[in-house]
């Protein structure tokens, strides 16, 4: 079919011959799309001028009209779009500066005190130790009875202790030592020959990580949350030895083999003989200052023989069972490790601390 360019209007007509050579020296995405608006946009364009042209067409050359139009629009469109298609690809790849340093993406990482969770565990677990969890949600019973601590001590008190308004004898666990009466309980279970967990699996070793809660100020050195990994031992003639010799090698394990450790007597119903231990503060190297307040140790954990009270009240016969048990605060540890003075910086989640908190190993 024969395109009738002499029905165009003279101004579109030229402009048609000059689009090409508009186009192709068109240098950017703005300068196509002003073409655009010129040649096919919606309002005032020379496509609207020729619709208009074709309601006004007599009848007999409204098809051949038409038909160039389309023609027309077809050809403008798709230069106009190849165009802007040329100069959008030309601009990305001009763009990417291959010499540049790509943007640092920054990646979270595990918690400083959980990371140091997880050592503790992984140091006992190659001594055969195994992790059991207990509630934070605590009865009276097992936070305290069982564990020998009479109803008239201190940490009883509702000044010491969160307990629940509606039930008196539940309570946010103080300590993770209920989680030694949980497990002692369980093993003191007997099958049907009468033989109790305890005896068939021949004792028992392990850590119990978790939150503890005390209504504690909070200060540099306390919250009134904080974590503990409880540990316990039970077996046939264990002794302070014992306890000393797995103390002394975990925690050289963890804080350096040139980290000085001592023992110390120290009182905990639950144990017989207690102790508490301190290491050397690293701080200062022993000098003393404001962190082990003048006396060059820091307590980090307590400890001691369990006591007999503890395993009758869980149904396990302390003339045949023996065991140690400990408890340390991780937040210390990780204070002690990360030569951190303030123990509000491991709660307060400020990216520029866990960020550094990244670098101590
Ligand atoms: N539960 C004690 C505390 O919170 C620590 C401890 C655990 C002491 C086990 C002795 C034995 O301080």
């Not at 918690?111 to 992790?131: C, D, N, T």
């Amino acid at each position: 079919m024969n395109l009738r360019f002499d029905l165009l209007p003279s101004d579109i007509a030229e402009a048609h011959q000059q689009f090409e050579g508009w186009i192709s020296t068109a240098r950017d995405v703005n300068e196509v799309n002003r073409l655009k608006g010129v040649f096919t946009g919606r309002k005032a364009s020379h496509l609207t001028t020729l619709t208009e042209l074709l309601k006004q067409t007599p009848k007999e050359s409204k098809s051949d009209l038409g038909a160039l139009i389309n023609h027309l629009k077809i050809t403008w469109e798709t230069a106009l779009s190849l165009r802007l298609d040329q100069l959008i690809s030309k601009n990305s790849t001009s763009s990417i500066d291959l010499t540049l340093t790509p943007p640092v993406i920054p990646l979270g990482a595990v918690h400083p005190i959980q990371r140091l969770e997880a050592q503790i565990v992984s140091v006992f677990r190659s001594l055969g130790y195994h992790v059991e969890e207990g509630p934070e949600v605590e009865t009276e019973e097992n936070n305290f009875d069982g564990l020998n601590i009479t109803p008239s001590h201190p940490a009883r008190r509702s000044s010491d202790t969160f307990y629940f308004q509606n039930h008196p004898h539940l309570l946010l666990r103080t300590h993770t030592s209920p989680v030694q009466v949980r497990v002692l309980k369980r093993l003191s279970q007997k099958n049907k020959e009468g033989v109790s967990l305890l005896e068939s699996l021949e004792g028992i070793r392990f850590l119990s990580p978790g939150r503890v809660y005390r209504k504690d100020e909070i200060d540099p050195t306390h919250s009134p949350m904080f974590q503990q990994v409880e540990g316990m031992l039970i077996g046939k003639n264990i002794g302070l030895h014992h306890l000393k010799g797995t103390l002394s090698y975990a925690m050289k394990a963890l804080l350096g083999a040139e980290a000085d450790v001592r023992f110390r007597p120290g009182y905990f119903p639950f144990v017989e003989p207690g102790c508490e231990v301190d290491v050397r503060c690293p701080l200062c190297k022993g000098q003393g200052c404001r962190v082990c307040k003048s006396s060059g140790w820091i307590e980090i954990l307590g400890a001691g023989l369990v006591h007999p009270q503890v395993l009758s009240h869980a149904g396990i016969d302390p003339t045949v069972w023996s065991g140690f048990a400990f408890g340390m605060g991780i937040e210390r540890i990780a204070m002690i490790i990360s030569e951190c003075p303030d123990l509000r910086l491991f709660f307060e989640n400020d990216v520029r601390f866990l960020q550094s908190m990244r670098e101590v190993r």
